[in-house]
């Protein structure tokens, strides 16, 4: 028997995939990360989840409009093969998180990576540099201060 997916595994998978907090999904961030795990998280709303435009929307601070428009966008992409291959492995691994919970598991929430940051902000330029988000800010932060701390540690103990 497999498991109801709920939007919170829809958004929890989309969410891991595209490497952002869970939350700005319901934000009005527009960056490219966050607009795409929004809009694809919509789609699964609507097929995997069979929820209305109307609850999808509530569920990601968005009326239902923007919900219909949004799934209309992404079906449009469903063409693609290589975006098709995409969302199904992302269906895959929603409905893996939809059935650790009904065992009682909870997923862990995505962590972010101070690496993969980095080396999407590098690889993506300026563009990319300004559309980091708060978290991601704070955690290269947190990497480069952890850093810090190891090597002034590591001369303390040398000198």
């Given at each position: ?57 509530a569920a990601l601070g968005r009326g239902e409009h923007q ?93």
């Amino acid at each position: 028997m497999s498991a109801s997916v709920t939007m919170a595994d829809i958004i929890t998978g989309c969410a891991t995939h595209y490497a952002v907090e869970p939350g700005l999904l319901s934000t009005h961030r527009r960056d490219h990360l966050v607009q795409s795990a929004r809009m694809i998280a919509i789609w699964f709303g609507a097929s995997l989840a069979r929820l209305s435009f109307a609850e999808i929307g509530a569920a990601l601070g968005r009326g239902e409009h923007q919900a219909q428009t949004a799934f209309a966008t992404v079906e449009a992409r469903r063409c693609s093969p290589a975006f098709r291959e995409m969302m199904d492995g992302l269906e895959t691994a929603i409905l893996a998180i939809a059935r650790l919970r009904s065992l009682g598991m909870t997923p862990s929430a995505p962590s972010i990576d101070p690496r993969s940051i980095a080396e999407r902000i590098l690889a993506g330029g300026n563009r990319a540099a300004g559309m980091a988000s708060i978290h991601e800010i704070r955690a290269l932060c947190q990497a480069v201060l952890a850093d810090d701390r190891d090597h002034i540690e590591e001369e303390s103990v040398d000198g």
